[in-house]
């Protein structure tokens, strides 16, 4: 979408575009005024234009493509209210071109509509299946709402010492110690008196602003060596901060001259005259947005030039010294662009290219992307997301080298047309507090031990006081393990991992400890009707006491298997046996030692006597009931009775030692 984000000097890219392309359907009339503003960029102009003749015009196709470009004026210098208006007209006259479905749900997303607006990209696929488009808008949709409720964990602050009620924008850090920043800017101290007719606004100039000790920012001031009558800024300047890079596009009286990409050189405290980059590409060919690698052998800008993939393309120039010219200009391929717009790239200190595009799955209007080589030498994008995504254009973002910390533009709520917002992304920050508690009843375990054991071969230990309780810090990228130990328990353990997070955490955990003293029950261990074999859904439950049992090498265990009273006592107890048997084998199978199990079938003689957790399961219980046959059989009704016997049949273990020696 070429909203207000392309800002002034793209507006200036777009005006060339849609002179050379005009929207199907419109009639070319050269002294058509409206038309003629319209191609030359004064946007503004335009839409007067166009409104005063859209009810002079008694041809319907033609009222509607005015229509249209009454939406496309606004669409393009940033009203996206406005623009949604006049879309929605032109639908409403059946305006032919299928674009009108695009245009109207990107403008639909920026305004937050998204129901509505995923309705239009539907119908604009059905039209045009082969552009991507269609398909993007419909996941933008679907990502905004769940990105707005899942924000990233940077912090965003609007820079008022920058901004004016003019249009503030694309940032770039101009010394090494990062006090000194050059933008954009259309405010009222800008070079020359001529109001530009794409923005309503005066034509752009390169600003500067310093940090003082205390903390503050000077009021920005024009960077006078650099600038002109015509439009200048987004700057970009090398590692070594000895040469800066920044765009100028030329205007003459109702044609647009295109834009350029020039270099200065410092010589002290001021910049050389600045010389024309890339001359080789000529006055035909607009190159705007320049961006250069760290080391200085590439440049990145933004092109309208024959043979890109969308409307304005992200390039490059290579060289092998810097002594040496530009290479041929290579596009960055369908990995990066799109058949949109892909603007205002940068370079951070460490390689990843960070750009704005309007094409891909993202909030609405301009969305900023960070792109990385992978191990494959393949481009690897990420959207940045909230809060330095928003519905409005995100765009011109900056970074200091060795920091998550910079600046970026935004047409979001704030001062003026354009902001700039500083971003940082605060250290990240975690820690796990937690509990240990007996199993059985649920009660506090003071005096616990408990280890914290990083993947990072780091172990913290602590001590539970009075209230059970213990904490830890944590560090990124790491897995821990808590284990806990007491006296006259079974060691508990509990996981948390802090990879791939991205937002500060404070975890919480429980880790319950099993009493030695105590028969322990295994939950969820099923059997087929008057059948020994485990089924499937038992594995999870024994799984977990295969770990326990690693997690107390010193321990031995019986195994108990109990039925419920129904069939005769012999048979049960004969499938009891053989049932706590299984048990034991799959635990061997899994490579615990025969001697640390042993297993006992015990029938129905030993009736379920009911607790706390049966309790809280089944609220017709009461506390101590025995559920024997003759107990159960004067509950109410088969659904009562059904339930106390599938609590008696069950698989426990208890511990008979503490103290085996693995021979191993």
């Excluded at 002294?31 to 503004?44: I, L, V």
């Excluded at 996206?80 to 997303?109: H, T």
């Excluded at 010389?275 to 947005?289: F, I, P, Q, R």
């Amino acid at each position: 979408m070429m909203n207000n984000s392309i800002k002034i000097l793209s507006l200036v890219i777009m005006a060339i575009l849609l002179a050379t392309n005009p929207v199907e359907g419109q009639k070319k009339q050269k002294d058509f005024r409206a038309q003629a503003a319209f191609n030359a960029g004064e946007y503004f102009e335009a839409i007067d234009l166009y409104k005063n003749a859209v009810n002079k015009v008694s041809d319907k196709t033609q009222k509607t493509a005015i229509i249209f470009k009454i939406g496309e004026c606004y669409r393009i210098i940033g009203n996206a209210r406005s623009a949604e208006l006049w879309y929605k007209k032109a639908v409403r006259e059946d305006y032919q071109d299928p674009v009108i479905f695009l245009r109207y749900g990107q403008m639909m997303i920026i305004n937050e509509k998204y129901p509505e607006a995923e309705e239009q990209f539907k119908q604009y696929m059905e039209l045009v299946p082969d552009d991507p488009r269609g398909n993007v808008g419909i996941e933008s949709c679907k990502a905004a709402i769940n990105w707005k409720d899942n924000p990233t964990g940077y912090l965003v602050e609007n820079m008022r010492y920058f901004n004016s009620r003019q249009r503030d924008f694309s940032p770039g850090y101009v010394n090494e110690g990062y006090t000194e920043v050059y933008f954009t800017s259309t405010r009222e101290d800008a070079t020359g008196n001529q109001i530009h007719g794409a923005t309503g606004q005066n034509f752009a100039d390169l600003f500067s602003s310093t940090l003082d000790r205390k903390g503050k920012w000077s009021v920005p001031v024009p960077v006078e060596s650099l600038n002109s009558e015509f439009e200048d800024g987004t700057p970009s300047i090398s590692s070594d901060f000895s040469t800066l890079y920044y765009t100028r596009c030329k205007k003459g009286k109702n044609q647009q001259m295109g834009c350029q990409i020039l270099s200065a050189s410092a010589s002290g405290k001021e910049w050389s005259e600045p010389k024309v980059e890339l001359e080789e590409l000529g006055d035909s060919v607009t190159s705007a947005h320049p961006a250069i690698s760290s080391d200085g052998l590439t440049l990145y800008f933004v092109s309208d030039m024959p043979g890109g993939l969308g409307e304005n393309d992200l390039w490059k120039v290579t060289r092998e010294s810097q002594s040496e010219s530009w290479s041929n200009p290579v596009n960055l391929g369908e990995e990066i662009n799109t058949p949109g717009n892909e603007l205002y790239p940068f370079v951070h200190n460490d390689g990843t290219l960070y750009f704005s595009s309007d094409s891909r799955v993202g909030l609405g209007g301009l969305d900023i992307f960070k792109a990385a080589i992978d191990e494959t030498g393949s481009w690897r994008l990420e959207n940045m997301k909230p809060p330095i995504n928003s519905p409005e254009d995100d765009f011109g973002i900056v970074f200091e080298a060795e920091m998550e910390r910079g600046f970026f533009s935004s047409s979001r709520k704030g001062r003026g047309n354009d902001d700039i917002f500083s971003f940082v992304l605060p250290p990240l920050e975690f820690s796990v507090i937690g509990v240990v508690k007996d199993e059985r009843n649920d009660q506090i375990l003071p005096g616990s031990t408990v280890k914290s054991v990083g993947s990072d071969g780091i172990t913290v230990e602590a001590t539970t006081g009075d209230e059970g309780t213990f904490r830890f810090m944590l560090k990124p990228g790491t897995d821990y393990v808590f284990v806990a130990t007491q006296p006259g328990y079974l060691n508990g353990k509990e996981r948390e991992s802090t990879r791939g997070m991205d937002q500060s955490k404070e975890f919480e955990v429980t880790i319950y400890l099993a009493s030695t003293t105590h028969v322990i029950e295994l939950p969820n261990i099923f059997y087929d009707f008057a059948k020994w074999d485990l089924r499937p859904e038992s594995m999870v439950s024994l799984d977990n006491l295969v770990e326990t049992l690693d997690d107390n090498p010193n321990v031995t265990i019986e195994l108990m298997s109990h039925t419920d009273s129904r069939g005769t006592p012999a048979d049960n107890q004969e499938l009891s046996q053989k049932r706590a048997q299984s048990v034991v084998d799959y635990l061997i199978s899994k490579g615990i030692t025969p001697d640390r199990l042993q297993a006992k079938g015990y029938g129905e003689s030993q009736p379920k006597v009911v607790d706390e957790k049966v309790k809280t399961q089944y609220d017709f219980f009461e506390l101590e009931d025995i559920l024997t046959e003759g107990f159960i059989n004067q509950l109410e009704g088969a659904e009562l009775q059904e339930k106390a016997h599938q609590v008696n049949r069950r698989t426990e273990f208890r511990v008979l030692s503490t103290d085996y020696i693995p021979q191993n």
